[in-house]
């Protein structure tokens, strides 16, 4: 089991920046894996990044360039650095961890219990 907390979120400007954190605890080999995901009222929750143990990253289309995903493993804290932020990234952000890859698919079997973010243009 890993348990997981986000922070970091609020409230900011359309063009203004945010960096979420996710701290995790343990065991490690159920982190192989980490992504964050977000959910906007009315809409299915999608996958934003991932990350695994070796670095490699996956972006959804719509952040690729203006997020960055990255974790520091002494800290064992997942961070999300969301720059050129639009009002229709206005969510509630999750953070979530897996032994198997399920990419940017919500099929992680841990996950934290989010943090908003709300973009105002």
């Known amino acids: 089991q890993v348990q997981l907390v986000e922070s970091g979120g609020g409230s900011v400007q359309s063009g203004g920046s945010l960096r979420l954190s996710c701290g995790a605890s343990g065991s490690t080999y159920s982190r192989n894996y980490m992504a964050w995901f977000r959910q906007a009222p009315g809409k299915e929750r999608e996958g934003v990044a991932v990350?695994?143990?070796?670095?490699?990253?996956t972006y959804a289309d719509s952040v690729k360039g203006r997020f960055t995903i990255s974790q520091d493993n002494a800290k064992n804290t997942l961070y999300l650095q969301m720059n050129s932020l639009k009002p229709e990234d206005t969510a509630m952000y999750y953070c979530?961890?897996?032994?198997?890859?399920?990419?940017?698919?919500?099929?992680?079997?841990?996950w934290g219990q989010g943090t908003q973010v709300t973009v105002s243009s």
């Open positions: 979530a961890a897996d032994r198997v890859w399920w990419g940017l698919r919500p099929r992680y079997n841990n």
């Open positions: 990350i695994d143990v070796g670095g490699t990253t």
